[in-house]
């Protein structure tokens, strides 16, 4: 039900920034609870991902995880009707940084700087044994599913960051939405 969900808010987030292309891919059959798999038929593994749109194609980010819970991968997927995905990409791993050898990265979205030509990634970050950093990492690449380049973990504002979404406003200010105080909202604007 999870995937339908995160489907589901990705035509949403599809909609809002093409209203052509998505009313046209919401005719496609998706079957309520069923699993979803890759055009190799292997099990999607994009939970808590996000989905943005580069030229004619949806890309398709989220958690893969090890058995014990912790994180192994973000992975990519992309498709051009919404249904069928094809796998792109590990584009974060635990290698990636000394500081996701042992971690929880949750909720990654990414979004598109034009100042800089690059793609954001912004996710929840914890050390992988409890919940207690409640961060907001950044990872950037030059390509929407190449290697992601691990920046850095942080609390925003010295806020705690924990469930995220992010958007590039009308003006070009990026944007990451993030529950604090115990997942209260909060906005933390980043100039792009």
Known sequence: MSRVLTLLAGLC???????????????????????FTDTSGNLLHAHGGGVIKVGSYYYWFGENRNADGTFRYVSAYRSADLRTWEFRNH??????????????????????????????MWMHKENGRDYGEARAAVAVSDTVDGAYTYLRSFRPLGHMSRDITAFVDTDGTGCMISAANENHPHLYHHKS
Not at 16 to 26: G, I, K, T
Not at 98 to 112: D, F, M, S, T
């Open 13 to 35: 987030l599809a909609f809002a920034l093409q209203p052509a292309a998505a009313a046209r891919a919401l005719s496609v059959a998706v079957p309520v609870g069923a699993q």
């Open 91 to 120: 584009v974060l791993t635990q290698s990636s940084a000394a500081e996701l050898q042992v971690a929880n990265i949750e909720r990654p979205k990414v979004v598109y700087n034009a100042s800089t030509g690059q793609f954001v």
